[in-house]
T-cell receptor, first 117, second 111 residues
Framework: GAVVSQHPSRVICKSGTSVKIECRSL??????MFWYRQFPKQSLMLMAT?????????EQGVEKDKFLINHASLTLSTLTVTSAHPEDSSFYIC?????????????FGQGTRLTVV | QKEVEQDPGPLSVPEGAIVSLNCTYS??????FMWYRQYSRKGPELLMY????GNKEDGRFTAQVDKSSKYISLFIRDSQPSDSATYLC???????????FGAGTRLAVHP
């Protein structure tokens, strides 16, 4: 079946540094991918919609200069957390709807646990 | 009022019990309804997917959608300890619109 691969699964970085998270659709093309953030024991909150070949669409309250999204190909979207701070520590998850059909299903990556120290 | 309401639990049941999980929603434009299972520190796994109203069964899982009442349910029969996880409902309107998630219900099935 369709698989979305997310890398890395876990990352620890120092405050002030930048971290890049990759999301790949392995056996299908995804013109759109979604990036979510999940705090402990809370639901997924959509951060932004990544669009292949164009700018990402950010949800209200999400800083686009802090969370840079690049969707350079039909199988890869990246989320870069710039100048990370401890409050950015969270579980980040991407998803990709299967293209070509409206009754699409969203497949999720394994998630990336970011810890900023 | 949230677009999707889901009781966060936790819900604790004995092995073999029938589990009922529910969500209500307010947006009548929602057409696609999903249930995800999420184990701790993992990405959500799609369990059931339903378009519009009706029932759908897959093994021990049954999903029901009642659009007139804006109410969806997931039933788990013969629950197993391995079913212990957080169950998230999600829904969206047509096209590639974003999913709106419920808060998730934590389920514990004890032997």
């Amino acid at each position: 079946g369709a698989v979305v691969s997310q890398h890395p699964s876990r990352v620890i970085c120092k405050s002030g540094t930048s971290v890049k998270i990759e999301c790949r659709s392995l056996d299908f093309q995804a013109t759109t991918m979604f990036w979510y953030r999940q705090f402990p024991k809370q639901s997924l909150m959509l951060m932004a919609t990544s669009n292949e070949g164009s700018k990402a669409t950010y949800e209200q309250g999400v800083e686009k200069d802090k969370f840079l999204i690049n969707h350079a190909s039909l199988t890869l979207s990246t989320l870069t957390v710039t100048s990370a701070h401890p409050e950015d520590s969270s579980f980040y998850i991407c998803s990709a709807p299967m293209g070509g059909r409206e009754d699409t299903e969203a497949f999720f990556g394994q998630g990336t646990r970011l810890t900023v120290v | 009022q949230k677009e999707v309401e889901q009781d966060p639990g936790p819900l604790s049941v004995p092995e073999g019990a029938i589990v009922s999980l529910n969500c209500t929603y307010s947006n009548s434009a929602f057409q696609y309804f999903m249930w995800y299972r999420q184990y701790s520190r993992k990405g959500p796994e799609l369990l059931m997917y339903t378009y519009s109203s009706g029932n759908k069964e897959d093994g021990r899982f049954t999903a029901q959608v009642d659009k007139s009442s804006k109410y969806i349910s997931l039933f788990i029969r013969d629950s197993q300890p391995s079913d212990s996880a957080t169950y998230l409902c999600a829904m969206r309107s047509g096209g590639y619109n974003k999913l709106i998630f419920g808060a998730g219900t934590r389920l514990a099935v004890h032997p």
